[in-house]
């Protein structure tokens, strides 16, 4: 099969949600239907035998949540469906933030209790400056929630932008009975659902006819009636303004009761875009040009504990991948052994031998791949776009054991790799510093280097509030701000210099005493290109 085929065949989206809305709960189910799996995983219940198929940390085990994205991958209607499960929680927005940039399309999960929540907001707003595709579930509808009105409502003014009801729910609660089809005026019965796939769910062809109105009663009436709202209410469906992002589809269910799933499976595949071009800075790369090039926006580091491994998580942007051919670092010309790439189901891994645009391929690794770095078969590319972002919280770590500093130094180094805690080495001093958006970020540090790495560390506070990387047009007057602030400068994972206050007035003065240097809130990758637009 061409590439231009195999390209048309792939979907990769990602799964985005405020904490506790369903998503993961969600994404086990997609799994399931896609036959991926056989049986669902237990997400919340903390003694259950299983856990969730994306949850393969012990702290997820542990607490239920998942602060780690997953990357899954299933066949589903002839289509290869790249499925990527973010973090949840705010603190692990930034790993949320670079998972977006390797998908071309979202799936929103919306608690129908708590409708449009801070964090859906937050990572909303990525989308929207990607005009990412987004497709919206609805979940919960078996729970007493908000009016389904009042949450399209919602989504419309919060979001700023349109939606369109794919389907409508009849009841909700104890009194949910089913979710009306508005494209072929069919109705799905409501089932409470076990953990495996039911394929004798009940369709009724036709949802208005009369005898209905006895089954179902009020409910349904109330429904016929705000389906004749919103149908009058919305616009048509417009796939082009989809595809631009001004436009959802809309989808309500019950994830845990495997009730919508389908619905949203059929969607992505009918409407969810294939990979498209992707910007380097060099030049518009195609997706189905001969040479292969892939991007790293995620690294993992100790996925298999008995291997202490690496994993450099890499989209692949063009060509076709095979297995043992030679692929080149592009920021420093590097080889890169491809003989032991794996493709993934959460932590199970296989052996890779042959993908194409739009998946997810793993490069096991020692150090040598970096977050944003990109592969080809020689040319040189830096792809854009994959955000550090600027610490808001910071930490002092020292070793509770001075014996075991080495695999402090070894812990920290590798999950700064993989972008789970920013660390930063003092121009003056040996006490590392921490760096991270939230504040469970610093309690899965520790818990992960007592756990994988057999390291206790004192994790204290630390004097700083504030870190701008620094950059100026003069390399010898960027030395000059260096010597003259040594003791606020410290060199994050891959040697940036970065100047640290510990109130805002402090980054003021410098601003103002030193105007040849640039200070900026966001880094994009290991080539050091800065976007200062977005403040100072």
């Not at 964090?119 to 007493?144: G, H, S, Y």
């Not at 001004?246 to 619905?263: C, D, L, W």
């Not at 498209?276 to 518009?284: L, N």
């Not at 770590?397 to 790799?417: C, H, I, M, Y």
Request: proline share 4%; with cysteine; hydrophobic share 40%.
């Amino acid at each position: 099969m061409s590439i231009r085929n195999e390209v048309a065949r792939r979907r990769t989206f990602a799964i985005i949600s405020h904490p506790d809305a369903g998503k993961t709960t969600l994404t086990e189910k997609l799994l399931l239907y896609a036959g991926a799996i056989h049986i669902a995983g237990s997400v919340k219940a903390r003694k259950a035998s299983r856990h969730a198929t994306s949850d393969w940390m012990e702290i997820e085990k542990q607490r239920g949540i998942s602060v780690a994205s997953s990357v899954m991958q299933m066949e589903y209607r002839d289509c290869v469906i790249n499925l990527l499960d973010t973090p949840g929680h705010q603190d692990f927005s930034e790993d949320t933030y670079r998972v977006l940039t390797a998908v071309d399309a979202a799936l929103m999960v919306i608690d129908a209790a708590n409708g449009v929540e801070a964090q859906t907001l937050r990572l909303l707003e990525v989308c929207r400056a990607r005009n990412t595709p987004i497709v919206t579930f609805i979940n919960k509808m078996d729970r007493e929630v908000q009016e389904p009105l009042d949450l399209i409502d919602e989504i419309e003014r919060t979001l700023g932008m349109a939606t369109v009801p794919f389907t409508w729910p009849v009841g909700m609660g104890h009194g949910f009975k089913g979710v009306c089809d508005l494209r072929n005026c069919s109705m799905r019965v409501f089932k409470p659902g076990a953990d495996r796939v039911d394929d004798n769910a009940e369709v009724i062809a036709q949802f208005d006819e009369p005898q209905l109105q006895q089954r179902f009663g009020g409910d349904l009436a109330a429904a016929l009636q705000e389906i004749e709202l919103i149908q009058g209410a919305s616009p048509a469906f417009d796939h082009p303004a989809f595809l631009d992002g001004r436009q959802t589809p809309v989808f309500f269910g019950s994830a845990i009761n495997n009730f919508g799933v389908r619905e949203i499976l059929d969607a992505l595949v009918d409407l969810a875009p294939p990979p498209e071009t992707r910007t380097a800075i060099q030049r518009a790369v195609k997706p189905e040009e001969n040479k292969f090039s892939g991007v790293v926006f995620k690294i993992q580091a100790n996925m298999n504990l008995a291997h202490r491994d690496r994993i450099a998580f890499v989209r692949v942007c063009s060509g076709h991948f095979k297995r043992g051919m030679n692929l080149k670092v592009a920021r420093n010309g590097k080889d890169i052994r491809t003989s032991t790439v794996v493709s993934f189901l959460s932590q199970r891994r296989d052996i890779v031998e042959e993908a194409y645009p739009g998946d997810i391929i793993g490069i096991p690794n020692h150090g040598t791949l970096q977050l944003g770095d990109t592969l080809t078969e020689g040319e040189v590319l830096q792809f854009t776009g994959l955000p550090f972002f600027a610490p808001e919280i910071f930490r002092t770590v020292e070793v509770a054991d001075p014996l075991r500093s080495k695999q402090l130094k070894l812990g920290l180094t590798q999950l700064g790799e993989e972008g789970a805690i920013q660390v930063f080495r003092p121009h003056l001093g040996n006490l590392l510093l921490l760096g991270a958006v939230g504040l469970l970020q610093f309690e899965v540090v520790a818990h992960r280097l007592q756990h994988e790495y057999g390291v206790a560390a004192r994790i204290t506070s630390a004097k700083y509030q504030l870190a701008r990387w620094v950059t100026s047009d003069d390399p010898r007057e960027l030395q000059r701000f260096i010597d003259a602030n040594a003791h606020r400068i410290a060199y994050d994972a891959v040697d940036a210099p970065t100047f640290l206050a510990s109130f805002g007035g402090e980054l003021s003065v410098a601003q103002e005493n030193w105007p040849a240097v640039h200070f900026h809130k966001l880094r994009e990758h290991a080539g050091l290109v800065f976007q200062s637009h977005l403040g100072g």
